[in-house]
């Protein structure tokens, strides 16, 4: 069995708790540490576990809450932001005061000056990782 899961904990700062704090806190009580995660599935199942690292694409097709990393326009998309778990469980208050601020920081050139860099980069690591549950050998 495989597994993919995120770990807040784990892989690249991303900007996006910038503009949307209270939304990337809550993934910390949402996603429990990948060690934990481990012992847990290993302890159940009598399976060893194994972790490896998935790297989120520049284009990921699949629009997660991360997928913005290098592309932070569809963020203020509302139709992208509604098939986003993040958004979906915030309150009004979480997300107008973030989708302004970056509204004007792109619009200023402020967040290509701090971020920019991010849109010539091909994958990031955002704390995504694939477990893979294998029997042990009796």
Known sequence: MVLLTIDPRLG???????YFPAIHQRLFSTFPPIDDVCSELTKHSGCAS???????????IDITMHSGWNRPEIYLDQGH???MSGFALASRDEIEPGLTALRAALASGAWDRDHGHLRERQEADLGFRFIKLMRTEA
């Open 81 to 83: 932001r509604q098939n």
């Open 50 to 60: 194994e972790v490896s690292v998935w790297l989120l694409p520049q284009n990921a």
């Open 12 to 18: 690249e700062a991303f900007w996006f708790s910038e």
